[in-house]
């Protein structure tokens, strides 16, 4: 079964960064559409954004010129570089793999002062 195994979540300040790792076993890596969702609480969840396997990606209009998608094939892991983090990105973020077929236990990021 495919396992996605997320890290890098945390407390941060308002302005501050924070890059998300999600390491993907048991899955065609190379070929597979990655992506992060989260949800907030009380809120429904929401695209934050996706990588097809040749590297075109897509993001959520609350993220966008924010939040950086990447994919290092070769260690079979995905990237989420989050800049100028502001208290509403405040949620649980979701690794997801093959257009959300497969999805992460979840980390915590929360944007606080």
């Known amino acids: 079964q495919v396992q996605l195994v997320e890290s890098g979540g945390g407390l941060v300040q308002p302005g501050g960064s924070l890059r998300l790792s999600c390491a993907a076993s048991?899955?065609?890596?190379?070929?597979?559409?990655m992506g992060w969702y989260r949800q907030a609480p009380g809120k429904e969840r929401e695209l934050v954004a996706t990588i097809r396997g040749g590297g075109s990606t897509n993001y959520g209009d609350s993220v966008k010129g924010r939040f950086t998608i990447s994919r290092d094939n070769a260690k079979n892991t995905v990237y989420l570089q989050m800049n100028s983090l502001k208290p509403e990105d405040t949620a649980v973020y979701y690794c997801t793999a093959g257009f959300g077929v497969y999805w992460g236990q979840g980390t915590q990021v929360t944007v606080s002062s």
């Open positions: 048991r899955i065609t890596f190379s070929i597979a559409t």
